[in-house]
């Protein structure tokens, strides 16, 4: 029988050799990547602590980066300028140790609580009252930021232009209660540089807290200020 050749024992060997170098190679590739996973929970931390006072039921969905990250130590997440902090939003995670690296994950913030809507069409200038008012259940992410949820702090205010039965009731669609009505007797507060007088003289128009409004003084006067509540305006010089 022919000897065996010497280098039939080594070729098994070798193969051994390449594809434990080939796992440690990959063992240590994987050591110096950053987990996906834990980025993305950085991100949903960062977001319920941002939506901890929120009315309703939060649920968060953050979706994981796609591409390969140097490994972190310390993780820091933060949103974008500008983004809200609910519905479809940005959040962004950057590396703060060793390596520094920044990713942006998107996400959506589903917040179920309940909005005030109009229980009935309102016409502009309507004072609006309890009964024009009901609430509904829904994703608050979904719809405008400056929805309003708190029914009760309504009454009195007026509508600023038509709203149809079931509309949902924005900030920007109603304004606060008269502070100043038209030709009642109002009060004057006039400051400037190192002096401050009150007289008294007459709106010219109905005035919102915060409006701007004319009043004419008792000399005859018409001076514009600043309306606010107890029909009383104030004027800077």
């Known amino acids: 029988m022919a000897a065996a050749s010497p280098q ?20 240590a590739h994987a050591a110096g990547t950053q987990d996906p996973a834990a980025v993305a929970t ?12 929120l009315p309703g039921d939060v649920s968060i969905q953050v979706r994981p980066p ?4 140097a ?3 310390a993780l820091d997440a933060f949103q974008p300028q500008g983004s809200r902090s609910i519905g479809r939003t940005t959040v962004g995670v950057r590396c703060l140790a060793p390596t520094r690296w920044t990713v942006y994950l998107s996400a959506q913030v589903r917040v179920m609580g309940h909005y005030v809507v109009a229980r009935q069409p309102l016409r502009a200038n309507h004072v609006i009252t309890a009964a024009d008012l009901t609430l509904r259940e829904g994703d608050l992410g979904s719809l405008p930021a400056d929805v309003i949820t708190d029914a009760d702090a309504l009454p009195g205010y007026r509508a600023v232009s038509g709203l149809a ?20 007797t109002t009060r004057l507060v006039m400051n400037g540089p190192g002096f401050s007088v009150q007289s008294e003289g007459q709106a010219l128009a109905n005035a919102s807290r915060g409006d701007r409004v004319r009043v004419k003084t008792r000399s005859g006067q018409v001076v ?3 309306a606010h509540d107890g029909q009383q305006v104030l004027v800077a010089f």
Do not use: D, H, N
């Open 66 to 69: 796609s591409a390969a990250l």
């Open 42 to 53: 950085q991100a949903e931390r960062f977001l319920k602590t941002q939506t901890s006072g």
């Open 165 to 184: 039965a079931g509309a949902p009731l924005r900030s920007a669609l109603v304004k606060p209660p008269l502070a100043v009505q038209q030709g009642q």
């Open 71 to 73: 490994a972190c130590s």
């Open 8 to 27: 039939a024992g080594r070729r098994p060997r070798g193969r051994w050799l390449a594809a434990a170098c080939l796992c440690l190679a990959g063992a």
């Open 224 to 226: 514009s200020g600043i």
